[in-house]
Antibody, heavy 121, light 112 residues
């Protein structure tokens, strides 16, 4: 059974840092591209970042570029999101999502349960 | 402001058919397939439709998707109370300087 379990969320002051983790199980983690998607309280889904299967390629939303870093450890079956210089507008539930990417077929087939990040003084 | 445009709300009575629209542009829906996600209250999103009109295993055939040009739609027939949820369309985007994946703002479906 495919499982994605996020952790690392919490309350942090503006300007602070946090590292989110997404532990994967039930599939060959190293074969899949992975993404982070966030959802501010009461708002919609917003794409944050993507990493390819071996970690050699990443991309970011403009709103987090230069502040967030996505990475992965395929030996530990874990995806990470290092978040620095956090702002109030980064407050959201952060989801990791497994990606099917085959030719023109691209979609998130499994999502984690999410971890809440609250940026407030 | 979401890149893809969805109506903020939709409603129907049990047994009815409802549709939710999703409008984009040539760089996203016009160039890539559309996916739909269902988010039940207090839970994570779940894949509902992929590649415009394909249902993952376990999704009832009451749910169907279609795409034409730069627009897509989700149809739910035989509406049931458990369908009350938020629905999001999404697509990859080929814009050089934009986000890699774009979502609609979500449509809250109410079963009356």
């Amino acid at each position: 059974e495919v499982q994605l379990v996020e952790s690392g969320g919490g309350l942090v002051q503006p300007g602070g840092s946090l590292r989110l983790s997404c532990a994967a199980s039930g599939f060959t983690f190293s074969s899949y591209w992975m993404h982070w998607v966030r959802q501010a309280p009461g708002k919609g889904l917003v794409w944050v970042s993507r990493i390819n299967s071996d970690g050699s390629s990443t991309s970011y939303a403009d709103s987090v570029k230069g502040r967030f870093t996505i990475s992965r450890d395929n030996a530990k079956n874990t995806l990470y999101l290092q978040m620095n210089s956090l702002r109030a507008e980064d407050t959201a539930v952060y989801y990791c999502a497994r990606t099917v990417a085959t030719g023109t077929l691209r979609y998130f087939d499994y999502w984690g349960q999410g971890t809440l990040v609250t940026v407030s003084s | 402001q979401s890149v893809l445009t969805q109506p903020p709300s939709a409603s129907g009575t049990p047994g009815q058919r409802v549709t939710i629209s999703c409008s984009g542009s040539s760089s996203n829906i016009g160039s890539n397939t559309v996916n739909w996600y269902q988010q039940l209250p207090g839970t994570a999103p779940k894949l509902l439709i992929y590649s415009n009109n394909q249902r993952p295993s376990g999704v009832p055939d009451r749910f169907s998707g279609s795409k034409s040009g730069t627009s897509a739609s989700l149809a739910i027939s035989g509406l049931q109370s458990e369908d009350e949820a938020d629905y999001y369309c999404a697509a990859w985007d080929d814009s050089l300087n934009g986000p890699e994946v774009v979502f609609g703002g979500g449509t809250k479906l109410t079963v009356l």
